[in-house]
């Protein structure tokens, strides 16, 4: 069974410690010490990355994801969700949701 938590859109993210990140070729790519593990976060993976380096809601995330690209609200929410869904999957992120 998959056990993904649901993100709220209130929620805060940031990444966790204990992963460095480097860019290659425009994608980014991402060793976690702490999973002994690499990942490939591509071009879009690599911009949230980056804006998820100090804590940010999720509405913030998905208004300046969407003030760079053309993207409908809804898409990008999905999208957005989806990929860190994974991400803290992978212990790579923290999610606080204060509501």
């Not at 425009?26 to 690499?38: A, P």
Request: one cysteine or more; charged letters at 30%.
């Amino acid at each position: 069974m998959l056990d993904i938590q649901k993100i709220s859109l209130h929620a805060t993210i940031e990444q966790s410690k204990g992963s460095i990140a480097s860019d290659m070729d425009g994608e980014k790519v991402l060793m976690s010490i702490k999973n002994s593990k690499y990942y490939n976060l591509g071009r879009m993976g690599g911009v949230i990355w980056d804006l998820i380096e100090k804590p940010i809601s999720g509405i913030k995330l998905i208004e300046i994801l969407m003030s760079q690209y053309s993207v409908e609200q809804k898409e990008c929410e999905e999208h957005v969700y989806s990929f860190l869904e994974l991400l803290h999957k992978e212990d790579l992120i923290q999610i606080e949701d204060k509501r």
